[in-house]
């Protein structure tokens, strides 16, 4: 599949793998970001954009944090392989009502690839409904299952669309797997169609017995838009049709 990127997307990619190498040597070293600020001259918040793959950071700059970190501009600006292998794989992200279902079918059906529902995983590793694994075992639980039902997924699939469940952002280990094997697309909507949308599929798990379910909605965008935002390619899915959604995500990769 290895489906091609826009410039903006490439870039996006870049910038986050960039962040994201940063990340992970201050994790594996233990250094926080605020002592690697410190050490460079660079700072936190300066920081903080780079991991977050927001900032187009300069060359002086990096070489200052290259410098602090004992690596070189090279390992950290380095081309990866793992780019092109994460095109293979496409994660569609995003709130309950986002359309990853029915957008990720027809986008798979379009590239020829396996459609993976990540819930659907998560229900055949705990052996039990969806409903049921948090009534019995608790979130703590769902998410050790959803971590191994993707890492299962990922092994079995050189080529997938995968829909993600809209929760799987809030687990930093489980996100940064998804972030680092596919290229992710987050799938945007307003929280009145969020809420449409949910309604119309006659589901409403996520809100059941909350009156004020739509300020919930409001409230779950507004938590989770840093971690959203955190994929490289964005698709507004609001006041379009599936078929005008589905070919803004096909312009998006092409």
């Known amino acids: ?5 826009t410039h903006e997307a ?11 190498r940063v990340r992970a040597w201050r994790t594996e070293h233990g250094m926080t970001r ?12 300066y920081l903080a954009q780079l991991e977050a793959g927001r900032g187009n950071i300069s060359v002086l700059l990096l070489r200052k944090v290259a410098r602090a970190m004992g690596v070189t501009v090279e ?13 293979d794989r496409i994660a569609l992200i995003g709130l309950r009502g986002a359309g990853k279902s029915t957008l990720g079918r027809k986008l798979a059906q379009t590239l020829g690839a396996p459609f993976v529902e990540l819930d659907q995983e998560v229900e055949k590793e705990a052996g039990t409904k969806l409903g049921e694994v948090f009534a019995m075992y608790g979130q703590d639980a769902f998410r050790r299952f959803e971590r191994r039902a993707l890492e299962r997924v990922l092994n079995q699939n050189e080529r997938a669309v995968i829909a993600a469940g809209g929760g799987l952002v809030t687990n930093p280990e489980t996100y940064e797997l998804l972030l680092e094997r596919c290229l992710c697309v987050w799938l945007k909507a307003s929280p009145e169609e969020h809420m449409a949308r949910v309604i119309a599929q006659g589901d409403m798990r996520p809100f059941k017995g909350r009156s004020a379910a739509l300020d919930e909605i409001r409230r779950l965008l507004a938590d989770r838009d840093p971690l959203y935002g955190r994929a490289p390619v964005a698709v507004q899915t609001s006041g379009r049709t599936v078929k005008q959604s589905l070919n803004e995500i096909r312009k998006a990769l092409l």
């Not at 599949?1 to 990127?5: G, H, Q, R």
């Not at 390992?75 to 095109?87: G, H, Q, S």
Request: hydrophobic fraction near 40%; aromatic fraction near 4%.
């Open 1 to 5: 599949m290895n489906a091609p990127l």
């Open 10 to 20: 490439q870039e996006n990619l870049y910038l986050a793998r960039l962040g994201e």
């Open 34 to 45: 605020r002592h690697l600020a410190g050490a460079s001259g660079v700072s936190e918040r």
């Open 75 to 87: 390992y950290l600006v380095k081309e990866d392989e793992a780019l092109d292998r994460a095109r």
